[in-house]
């Protein structure tokens, strides 16, 4: 089976996605606003050594198999969002996707041509069954990029966390390999 | 009893713990019960389980210690239930999933056999409930089973839970891919229940 390495890429049209460098830290660090973080269990960095702290945590997790840290570059190398995909082990099937894209790229569908392209090559070179998105239902957003890259609501899970001190559902959109060959 | 309105202290259940039904006990079992343990295990308790019937009773008696560990350190309470007329062990009931942080845990359940039918497992579960909303302060508790396993269902109705979705191919059951459905009960919907 397939796995995301360090040093793998995945192309589109507009972008690609790999794994952010130590050098990316302020960059990325500039994208994030509250309402890049709204919806997230995190708030907003104070300042960009916390995102090296975690780009290099995230290198670590591609090395040890756990997830593959993404960042959106765009072609000519400016860093716009995040991409996590998890690592594959032999027994998973099921993989969540999750991502944020800073403000000022929204509306010019960035993530889905990216998650179109990660669905490609989930289901033909991961040998992944079923792709699931978790969406805070306030984010319409991240809703619409759902619908728009073929995902079916699944259902509700009622008080599924606590973000921000307040208990939120989550909504579950997914597609499996045989919707997406259809 | 803790009412609805006042302050959330997650209570907590421990390895000495016991909950108690009109016809059972739910305790943590010991590793000496392994053996009796086992033998209630057949094909068609497993059937919709992603553990097969175990080949031994060794992995019985690991599992008994890694759940006494777990329950000595609020990680999971997965119990055993004891008939108590027989005070012998007839299945397993238990919170497998602790999510602290909202708080929610998730039950687990299964029974041998010859309890087929007798509707123990509701029993059981409206004992979790009464603990987990009643005494402690959980706001949201889940179970899910294998989409084909209609019991499983029928006990997550009959305690009050709702149906909220079903997660496509999660998980591989004897090589096949399954569907698992999901069913939950807040806190507002038990009380609402009573």
New interface residues.
């Given amino acids: 089976m397939k796995k995301l390495w360090l040093h793998d890429s995945i192309e589109t049209e507009r972008c690609t996605l790999k794994i952010a460098e130590e050098s990316d830290a302020y960059e990325v660090w500039k994208l994030i606003d509250e309402d890049v973080s709204y919806f997230m269990d995190w708030e907003k960095w104070e300042n960009h050594e916390h995102i090296r702290q975690t780009i290099l945590k995230g290198r670590k997790r591609v090395e040890d198999w756990l997830w593959w840290y993404a960042m959106v570059y765009l072609k000519d190398g400016t860093c716009i969002g995040r991409f996590w995909i998890p690592q594959l082990y032999d027994k998973t099937d099921n993989i969540e996707i999750w991502f944020w894209i800073g403000k000022k790229h929204w509306w010019q569908w960035y993530i889905p041509e990216c998650f179109e392209r990660v669905k490609e090559v989930a289901f033909n070179e991961l040998w992944v069954e079923t792709i699931h998105l978790t969406v805070n239902p306030l984010n319409i957003n991240c809703k619409k990029v759902a619908v728009k890259c073929w995902l079916t609501y699944e259902g509700t899970l009622r008080k599924w966390e606590k973000i921000k001190w307040k208990l939120i559902d989550a909504e579950f959109y997914s597609i499996t390999k045989e919707d997406y060959k259809k | 009893m803790r009412s609805e309105a006042s302050t959330p202290v997650v209570k907590k259940l421990w390895l000495h713990d016991i909950l108690e039904t009109e016809r059972c006990i739910i305790k943590i079992p010991q590793e000496s019960e392994a053996e009796y343990m086992w033998n209630l295990i057949t094909e068609d308790t497993t059937k919709y389980m992603i553990w097969d019937k175990w080949d031994d009773f060794s992995r019985t008696v690991k599992n008994i210690t890694e759940t006494r560990e777990n329950a000595q350190a609020w990680k999971s309470w997965d119990a055993a239930i004891y008939d108590k007329q027989t005070e012998r062990c007839i299945g397993r009931c238990g919170i497998n999933k602790i ?1 602290d ?2 708080p ?1 845990f998730e039950l687990g359940y299964w029974i041998c056999e010859a309890y087929y039918g007798k509707w123990i497992m509701p029993e059981c579960v409206k004992a979790y409930l009464r603990f987990a909303f009643e005494d402690s302060s959980f ?2 508790g ?1 179970i899910r089973c294998n989409s084909e396993n209609e019991n499983s269902k029928k006990v997550a109705l009959k305690c009050g839970f709702s ?10 059951i004897r090589w096949e ?1 399954r569907d698992t459905s ?1 069913y ?1 009960i ?1 806190r507002e919907e038990y009380f609402k229940s009573k």
Avoid: A, I, Q
């Fill in positions: 999510d942080n909202v929610s706001e949201k889940v149906y909220e979705w079903t997660f496509k191919n999660h998980e591989r891919l999901f939950g807040t």
